[in-house]
């Protein structure tokens, strides 16, 4: 079944096409820094008692947002145009440095002086034999194990003269842009670059523009976007929906609801057993995952399936046919292990050749 969906022909025009695009994005801009632990160091402060990590490694990456962009920049997008907010401090500093390696027109990220950098920082401890893993094959790899988080961000609104201006760069994007993915990152309303105001603005460029790509990701709110291709996991579509009941058939029923009222397809991932589709007038119909072997790291799967649709939809392929693109694409992502992934052209190929034979 799943290579009836896909085909190496269509897969070819997608990766064509990508150079070709201008990608708009809006949404909240992280920071992931991961330090990396001395292997095999356990060192007790004389102070506290407590283990202090001994870091040998610090690695920075675009995160939330970010993720996205660093999967259309691997998979080949020729321009991608965000529209976020971050501080104007060391952590934005180090963000925008790993940004500017990317294809992305910067002129849209605001700095603020009056906001935090959104930032996850994630001390990572690995096996010290390296005996789990193979990132190249028979070439041992350490395993990473993820210690306590620590995050930083402001937890308040942005003010209203930063909102305006958002909106304003929105309208900017979206005019310019082959499409808009919005990704809704906080859980916390109004609280990230994706308000109340934002949702307003998008709406009323949806009604304008029904024939561009509005692309809709929201972790809490999906249920409050009227318009454009909404995507989320279970429990996002569930908790759009009110939703009391779990169960396939209650993410089915809810996933339709929100198709039937955006008016457009709707995406849910339910893990490795794919990707669910809604379109209005036809019954919601899974497209399987493909599967994957090994230890498995699915921390931005999510991200990797939007970049595998958007960028299959962009290219003329049906809902479906994208939806086992992104599929695709989130089954190589996972296997790479300790850092948020990504699937380069090659990679695809490779995969794909893997799977259909």
Known sequence: MKTEVLTSERIETVLRTLPRLTMGLVGDL???????CVPGSREL???????????????????????????????????????TAIGDDGHGYDLLKEVRKLPVDTTHILCLPDRLTPT????????????????VPGVPQPAWEELNRLDVRTRAPLSAAATETVCR???????????????DQLVDENFGVVSAAVRDTLAQLARQHPQKLLYIDSRRFLGKFDAGTLKG???????ACGEHERGDAAVIRSLDTLARKSGRPAFCTVGERGILVARPGHEPQIVPGYPVSGPLDIVGAG??????????LLSGASELEAAALGNLVASITVQQI???????????????NMVAS
């Open 30 to 36: 992280f920071l992931d820094r991961y330090l990396e």
């Open 45 to 83: 402060s004389l102070e506290t008692g407590l283990e202090a990590y001994q870091i040998e490694r610090v690695r920075n990456a675009a995160g939330a947002l970010g993720t996205v962009l660093n999967n259309l920049a691997a998979l080949g997008a020729g321009l991608l145009v965000p529209v």
């Open 120 to 135: 996850y920082t994630k001390p990572m401890r690995s096996d010290a034999d390296g005996a789990v893993g193979n990132a």
């Open 169 to 183: 760069r929105v309208e900017q994007v979206f005019r310019s842009s082959d499409c808009l993915i919005v990704l």
């Open 233 to 239: 996991n279970q429990a996002e579509v569930l908790t």
């Open 303 to 312: 991200d990797a399936a939007t970049s595998g649709i958007v960028s299959a």
């Open 338 to 352: 300790g850092t948020t992934g990504t699937a380069s052209p090659e990679q695809v190929r490779q995969r794909w």
